[in-house]
């Protein structure tokens, strides 16, 4: 205390630049050990750790502009404002946010007040979402706790524990204990620029340990999907999951069939989709919870990972992580493709033996059936149902190229996918497919007298013919009588 106070008295007497930065380094020393108080939230106390602004990495360089336009006009109309959850989380680990979660005091409808491009969405979890074109600010009322005289149209939990409607707003360290993990549940205070840590966040973000907040298997069975939402981030953050943590898992994989399959594919995307789906889907099958979401996938899976199917999904999701982390576009419709090719190809077998249909005719139906299997679990919109067919439909096709068929099919909308497609079969099958793949190979480089000459190879050297095609009936004489 007292080297402080001679370092400020020096500071201040010095004045300028010595001066100042004496001051300011005075200043550090006392923030530099973060603030530990004690308060109560509702039923029980809770410790809250504050990092003083300077202390922790979030700054406003970090923060988009549409994340720093809804905090500033949230505080400056008299709320709180804090931002929270994965912009806080990714920013302490040195990754860059996905996207940027506000929490406030205001209550939805005074949330909207405010903002003219708000909307009001979620009937379970009411939310306001500020619409910036296609970038979307979530501003969330803080949670508060159920009880069990609450008003049926603010909460609701079903026999199960499991949370129907979750709207009653609380204070702001009631709202950390309704988060997820502990890392989720860091806040950042626009009014002053501290970050506040109300349930042992930063230290597990040091100790790389994912832990729920309060009893695990009460949390789970509040929400299944947070079960899910564990191993997104054990592989997203590369992190462990807690012991504590991970023990109810195996045990309460099931519960995920009780969730509506929309939200099922909305929570597939980022589990796929983040760059790091490979592990995600290593770790869901280490927790049994691949099966819930993909029942008929699972069966055609071995313990040793040695099954086609094995191996098309895990090079499939390598590929994925590779395009999505070097920037290129990528479809779940090529995922979900390569997931049900195995499953669509033994359907298929089936539906030859069992109808004594034609491979082709029993394909088309096969694909229905895969289909209508998977999205009782995840419901795959229809813009990407349309696209795994014609990925589906590809296979068939690429393999004849005779005549006028390699153009055609090179014309196709889907024919990169497509192929991308075949190439992956051929890396697994090493059978057949690995001279077509070359052939068209060869194909998509040659100039159009290369791709005539490779056509008159497949044809024996004889030059595209046209298909000798049955001459068209004559239409019937159509019966002029009115
Ligand atoms: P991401 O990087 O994927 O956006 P995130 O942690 O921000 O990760 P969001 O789905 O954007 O995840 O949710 C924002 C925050 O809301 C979370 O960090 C967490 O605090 C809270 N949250 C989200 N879903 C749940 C849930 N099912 N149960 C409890 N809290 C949740
Ligand atoms: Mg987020």
Partial sequence: VIFLIFTVIVGWMAKGFIGRSLIRFAEGLVQRTPVVRTVYSGIKQISETILAKGKHPV?????????????????????????????????????????????????????????????????????????????????????????????????????????????????????????????????????????YDFAGGLADLENKQLRLIGDPETRYREDPVRMLRAIRFAAKLDMQISPETAEPIKRLASLLQSIPAARLFEETLKLFLNGK???????????????????????????????????????????????????????????????????????????????????????????????????????????????????????????????KRAEKVFEHLKFRAGFDFLEMRAQIQNDELVEVTQWWRDYQSANATGKQNLVKAINGGKPAQKRNRRPKKKPAPRNNQA
């Avoid at 490979?278 to 996938?297: E, G, N, S």
């Fill in 277 to 403: 789906g490979l592990a995600t889907y290593k770790l869901l099958r280490q927790y049994d919870l691949f099966q819930p979401l993909f029942p008929l996938v699972n069966k055609f899976l071995t313990e040793d990972g040695s099954s086609n199917c094995d191996k098309f999904i895990e090079i499939a999701l390598a590929n994925t992580d590779s395009r999505i982390n070097s920037g290129k576009r990528v479809t779940p419709a090529y995922l979900y493709a390569a997931m049900l090719w195995y499953p669509l190809e033994a359907l298929a077998e089936e539906r030859v033996i069992d109808s004594g249909l034609n491979y082709q005719d029993a394909m088309l139906l096969a694909m229905n059936d895969a289909l209508d299997s998977q999205i009782k679990t995840i419901a795959i919109p229809r813009r990407f149902t349309a696209t795994i067919r014609d990925i589906w439909h590809l296979q068939g096709r690429l393999p004849r190229r005779q005549g």
């Fill in 59 to 195: 700054t406003h360089n970090l923060l988009s502009e549409n994340a720093l336009k809804v905090l500033y006009r949230l505080h400056k109309s008299g709320y709180q404002a804090y931002l929270v959850g994965g912009g806080v989380r990714d920013i302490f680990i040195g990754q860059e946010p996905k996207d940027f979660d506000i929490a406030t005091n205001a209550e939805p409808e005074q949330v909207k007040k405010l903002f003219h491009n708000c909307r009001l969405v979620g009937r379970r979890f009411r939310l306001a979402h500020i619409l910036f074109g296609r970038d979307v600010i979530e501003v969330a009322t803080f949670r508060g706790h159920h009880d069990s005289e609450q008003n049926q149209k603010t909460s609701k939990q079903s026999d199960g524990g499991m949370l129907l409607r979750d709207n009653v707003y609380g204070s702001i360290s009631e709202d950390a204990e309704r988060r997820d993990f502990t890392v989720n549940a860091l806040y950042y205070n626009i009014a002053d620029r501290a970050v």
